[in-house]
Nanobody, 123 residues
Framework: QAQVQESGGGLVQTGGSLRLSCTAS????????MGWFRQTPGQEREDVAC????????YYVDSVKGRFTISRDGATGTMYLQMNDLKLEDTATYYC????????????????WGQGTPVTISS
């Protein structure tokens, strides 16, 4: 049974940094793309960043380019999202997702979701 668990969310001021982690198990880690989605109440879930199975190609939504960095560690089955220069509009619940990769559209065909970790940016 696949298990996906996020950690690292919290409260930070604008301009600050956070690093989210996602640990995954119960499936072949190297076969899947991994990504981070975020969602605020009343809004659709948005693909923020995605990384391909080999870890050598990435996708970012325009609003986070240059500020967020996604990475993955095959040895530990962990994915990270380093978030720098955080803005008020980054406030959301962030979800780890396991699926397929497109360099143009990000992650799709999501097969597993984490439960989410809240990120709150304050002024």
């Amino acid at each position: 049974q696949a298990q996906v668990q996020e950690s690292g969310g919290g409260l930070v001021q604008t301009g600050g940094s956070l690093r989210l982690s996602c640990t995954a198990s119960g499936f072949t880690f190297a076969d899947y793309a991994m990504g981070w989605f975020r969602q605020t109440p009343g809004q659709e879930r948005e693909d923020v960043a995605c990384i391909n199975p080999r870890g050598d190609d990435t996708y970012y939504v325009d609003s986070v380019k240059g500020r967020f960095t996604i990475s993955r560690d095959g040895a530990t089955g962990t994915m990270y999202l380093q978030m720098n220069d955080l803005k008020l509009e980054d406030t959301a619940t962030y979800y780890c997702a396991i699926g397929e990769f497109s360099p143009y559209y990000g992650c799709y065909g999501i097969q597993y979701w984490g439960q989410g970790t809240p990120v709150t940016i304050s002024s």
